[in-house]
C-alpha cells in the first residue's frame, strides 16, 4: 500500500526471465533486495493484448491441458498435463510462498 500511495520508493519491475509460448509471454523478476517476487502473464492476440494476470510473491506453473481440434476443444486428459513453465525466482527470499497452476 505505501507503493501504491507514493510514500515508499517507487518499486522498479526488472524482467530477470521473458519467456514466451503461443500467445502466452510470461516476465518474472524480483526487487533488488531479493524480498518481492513478481510475474506478469499475458495473452497476445493479433498484437493486441487480450489478458494480463499479475503475481507476487507466488510460485506458478504453468500447464497446457487439452488441445483445439478444428475449433472445437479437445478432451482434457487428466494424466497428462505438461508443466510448461515453472517460476524460478519466488523461492529466493528464503521464505515460503503459495502456489499456483495457471492452466492455458
Known sequence: MRTLTGVSPPFQFSPLSVVSFGS??????CDAAT?????????????????????????????RIGGVVAGRSAEI??????????SKFSGRAGKS????????
Open 24 to 29: 502466452t509471454v510470461i516476465a518474472e523478476g
Open 35 to 63: 524480498s518481492v517476487s513478481w510475474i506478469h502473464a499475458w495473452t497476445v492476440s493479433h498484437g493486441v493484448i487480450t489478458q494480463v494476470r499479475e503475481y507476487s510473491n507466488t510460485s506458478l506453473t504453468v500447464t
Open 77 to 86: 486428459r487428466p494424466s497428462h498435463c505438461p508443466s510448461v513453465w515453472e
Open 97 to 104: 510462498v503459495p502456489g499456483l497452476v495457471l492452466a492455458i
